[in-house]
């Protein structure tokens, strides 16, 4: 595979997840950068708006492994990892790999399991491993989370820490139809479930591949400022409390690369900056005494774009 071909990867894997999903391109476009760029995605909005169907058919488009995890208060952190059980016949412990083994992991309704369990993500998500009983091992590649919340539901649920937040490329919240698509939905599913009839149109190496080489998209020296000044603007904010990390410029520029191959270009441009920058830094950022604001927190970083000058691009690499 060449760079020039993520474009029809992600054109093939765009037409197939639409098969189900009606309108939402622009989600469907950021899932596909997400998963491209090596990111996890969190998609947040209230019940009832396709979060688990999208979800699940990026899987089916896939030719990889797939896994769900219902999250309950009760959950335990081994019911996700996996845990080490005594074998009668051999007298060992055999350990016997969680859900998190996979290609795709379907964490739904996230924010109702307890801060332990969900704190048995964060290895998974940064290193791509798991650590029990002393020994590390490696899940397989690729390897994408997809989350869900509801940001309406608060009895019985547990928000999300700062730090796991982080662990996510993108937040993303598909919203309610149009009245147009609402009707195409019902035209859609009026006979039969178009989800069950998805097949796989690439397979867990291409999308591999395709990660190995999206950083080729090159970054120029003026883009490259514009992002970092984006960046400095949000920790100066008057009512921001923390502003976005390094780690989280880092998400901002790979993503940016894994877009402009999506679209065909092997150079980062200052649209795909200000198009990219709400879905991956409005959760980066802590605004005083209004935790979950997901509103208030996109709106901040629309007012950090508008205060910042964007350079002029040419399309030369310099």
Known sequence: MERKDIQNLAGQLRDRIQRVIVGKSDTVELMLTAMIARGHILLEDVPGTGKTVMAKSMAR??????????????LLPSDVTGMSVFNAQTSQFEFRP??????????????RATPRTQSALLECMEERQVTSDGVTRALEEPFLVIATQNPVETQGTFPLPEAQLDRFLMKLTPGYPTTEEAMAILD??????????LTPCAEASDIAEAQRLFSGAHVSEPVRRYMVDLVEKTRVL???QTGVSPRGL????????????IRGRDYVTP????FLAVPVLAHRVIVSGLYGRSAKCEELIREA???????????ERT
């Open 188 to 197: 859609r599913f009026i006979q039969n479930d178009p989800l069950e009839e």
């Open 271 to 274: 649209d795909d900056v200000k």
């Open 98 to 111: 969680g859900p998190v083994f996979t290609n795709i992991l379907l964490a739904d309704e996230i924010n």
């Open 250 to 261: 880092l998400a901002l520029m790979r993503a940016c690369q894994a877009l402009a191959l």
């Open 238 to 240: 008057p009512q921001v």
């Open 61 to 74: 488009s896939l030719g990889c492994r797939f896994s769900r995890i219902q999250f309950t208060p009760d």
């Open 305 to 315: 774009l508008d205060g910042i000058t964007a350079p002029v691009e040419t399309g």
